[in-house]
């Protein structure tokens, strides 16, 4: 599906938050949040809060990207996926489904957080890693290689 948009004014206010629609896919992105240009945010997701998208990252389907998080690199954030916090997402990571990630955690390389995992505190998960099914990794100072 081929999104265009038509103007870069605010076209919505929530809980006194403008939003404009991200030039390259259409999806929401608040006036306090970041996406650059090269970033892909689709019709339907949503950036709000600080968070930040750089580079060539994605995010779509329904994902939510919001508070201090940041998706960078060839990052992709799809599904269901809410990523918050001071969540990072970088390289070619991937998180989707309805898996969460937030607090302080890392995710990075070419790892996965998929179906309904939770990633939180200061966990860093790295590397060719698959974390999905109902996981849950919050423990502070936890490093899956």
């Known amino acids: 599906m081929e999104v265009k948009v038509f103007t870069q004014d605010y076209v919505i206010e929530i809980e006194g938050v ?11 992105v608040a006036e306090t949040a970041y996406v ?11 950036i709000c809060g600080y968070a930040k998208i750089l580079d060539n990252a994605y ?15 060839n990052a992709e954030i799809f599904g269901n996926a809410k990523v918050f916090g001071n969540a ?6 991937k ?9 302080d955690a890392v995710v990075s390389g070419f790892a996965e957080v998929c179906e309904f995992a939770e990633i ?12 999905g099914d109902n996981i849950k990794l919050t423990n502070k100072r936890e490093t899956i290689p």
């Open 120 to 131: 939180g505190g200061d966990v860093v998960i790295s590397g060719n890693m698959k974390i």
């Open 59 to 73: 995010v779509y389907g329904n994902a939510w990207v919001f508070g201090n998080a940041e998706v960078s690199e």
């Open 18 to 28: 403008k939003y404009r629609h991200h030039p390259n896919g259409g999806g929401l």
């Open 88 to 93: 990072s997402i970088k390289g070619d990571a």
């Open 95 to 103: 998180v989707y489904g309805f898996a969460s990630v937030y607090g």
């Open 36 to 46: 650059e240009p090269t970033a892909y945010v689709g019709p339907f997701a949503k």
